[in-house]
């Protein structure tokens, strides 16, 4: 029953959209008597992998289309674009997986050093790293006594101070312990959402042939434009569900964004093949 009632409150983040302060009074209140009151799950997990899902996708399908768009602005024949993207999106698709993972996990890394350091500082010298913290608080505005109050008590917390000093001092934010396996999977959902939204300019080259054989080149680019159109107002809607901003302007926005990309791609490979064109003239 308690789940029940849980799944019927409204989320932090439409509190927060709608300006509900009521809503959001209940959100939280509710998650204090229900069983789901260990962590607010919007605040630490949601929108964990929206970076590599959306600009995995973004740059997934960006990067096929400029491709099928300078392919068809030479004039190249279909079986010539399917194995230039296909070939592409996979290979860049891997790159960036690994690219992903190598630099969350060095990040990490380099985070959890610099938290040893600040330990050891701790250990070392406890006044100074106290001292630190209380000029912080106080240029945020907290008078003298009330920021060596809270600071002092604070400290009397070792791990809880040293990560409040990574995170005030630093600005950085801890990883969980479990850091490798979570770079493992942002690199995993990287190149999975590099490669599926990646391969969608390059489906109708497949499957439209296969029904429609008499459909020309003018079509199938034509088919490509329209797919990749949708999915990129698509990737758009759904970024503004995390950024708090109106789905339609945020699609449209990345829309047209890309449809610049796609224009210069396509217009470069109509002027190298003018070029090429007219060498061959020539010669």
């Known amino acids: 029953m308690a789940n029940e009632e849980s799944a019927l409150l409204p989320s932090a983040r439409d509190a927060f959209v709608d300006a ?61 674009v399917m194995v230039l993207g296909f070939s592409n999106i996979f290979a860049d698709a891997l790159s960036m997986g690994v690219g992903e993972f190598l630099s969350s996990k060095a990040t990490n890394e380099w985070i959890l050093s610099e938290r040893k350091r600040e330990e050891w500082e701790m250990e070392n010298y406890p006044e100074g790293e106290i001292q630190e913290m209380i000029d912080i608080y106080k240029e945020k505005g907290m008078e003298h006594e009330d920021a060596k109050l809270v600071i002092e008590t604070m400290a009397k917390y070792k791990d809880f101070f040293v990560d409040l000093m990574m995170a005030q001092e630093l600005e950085l934010q801890v990883p969980d312990e479990d850091h490798v396996e979570e770079s493992m999977r942002e690199g995993v959902v990287m190149f999975l959402s590099f490669a599926s939204f990646g391969a969608m300019p ?19 680019f034509a088919a490509a434009c329209i797919v990749t159109g949708l999915v990129l107002f698509f990737l758009g809607s759904v970024k503004s569900k995390f950024a708090n901003m109106n789905w339609f302007t945020s699609g449209l926005e990345t829309l047209l964004l890309g449809g610049c990309c796609a224009t210069v791609a396509f217009t470069i490979g109509h002027y190298i093949n003018g070029l090429v064109g007219d060498a061959d003239v020539d010669l």
Request: net charge negative.
């Open 20 to 80: 509900n302060a009521e809503a959001s009074r209940a959100f939280h209140d509710g998650k204090r008597t229900s069983s789901q009151n260990k962590e607010e799950t919007w605040h630490q997990t949601e929108g964990g992998f929206l970076k590599p899902i959306i600009f995995g996708g973004l740059d997934g399908i960006l990067t096929s289309f400029a491709i099928v768009a300078g392919a068809a602005g030479g004039g190249l024949s279909p079986e010539v």
């Open 202 to 220: 390059l489906l109708g080259y497949v499957i439209i042939p296969a029904s429609f054989p008499q459909l020309g080149n003018d079509t199938l």
